[in-house]
Nanobody, 126 residues
Framework: QVQLAESGGGLVQAGGSLRISCVGS????????VAWFRQAPGKEREFVAV????????TYADSVKGRFTMSRDNGKSTVYLQMNSLKLEDTAVYYC???????????????????WGQGTQVTVTS
C-alpha cells in the first residue's frame, strides 16, 4: 500500500507558474506508476501526466504538453508537476494517483489506480 499527499496548490495568474508535489509513503515508491489527474467543477476527472515505474520519461495529455513537466524523486518518494504558462482552463483540483500494476494501454484511465491523494486546488485567475 501507499499513501499519497499533494501540496503546493494555490492561486496564480494566467501565464504564471506553479509547482505541486505529491509525497508517497512506503519504501517501494519506485515500484509504482504515478499519475496526475485533475477535476474541474462539473467536469469528469481527466488525465494530466504519468510516470511509469522504473521509467524516467513521463507521458502527457495533449492539453498540457509543452507547458507541464512531471518529475519524480524516488529517494524522496515524491513526484512533482511543474506547471508553466497556466491558462484559466487549468483551474481544477489536482490529484496524484499510484498503482503498481498499471498496464501501458490503461495508464491514462483513472480506474487503473487504486491509491489517491486528497487533491490540491489550483486556481488560475485572469
Amino acid at each position: 500500500q501507499v499513501q499519497l499527499a499533494e501540496s503546493g496548490g494555490g492561486l496564480v495568474q494566467a501565464g504564471g507558474s506553479l509547482r505541486i508535489s505529491c509525497v508517497g509513503s512506503g519504501r517501494t515508491f519506485s515500484s509504482y506508476t504515478v499519475a496526475w489527474f485533475r477535476q474541474a467543477p462539473g467536469k469528469e476527472r481527466e488525465f494530466v501526466a504519468v510516470s511509469r515505474r522504473y521509467n524516467s520519461n513521463p507521458t502527457y495529455a495533449d492539453s498540457v504538453k509543452g507547458r507541464f513537466t512531471m518529475s519524480r524523486d524516488n529517494g524522496k518518494s515524491t513526484v512533482y508537476l511543474q506547471m508553466n504558462s497556466l491558462k484559466l482552463e487549468d483551474t481544477a483540483v489536482y490529484y496524484c494517483a499510484a498503482d503498481s500494476g498499471v498496464i501501458l494501454s490503461s495508464q491514462r484511465s483513472s480506474s487503473s489506480y487504486d491509491y489517491w491523494g486528497q487533491g490540491t486546488q489550483v486556481t488560475v485567475t485572469s
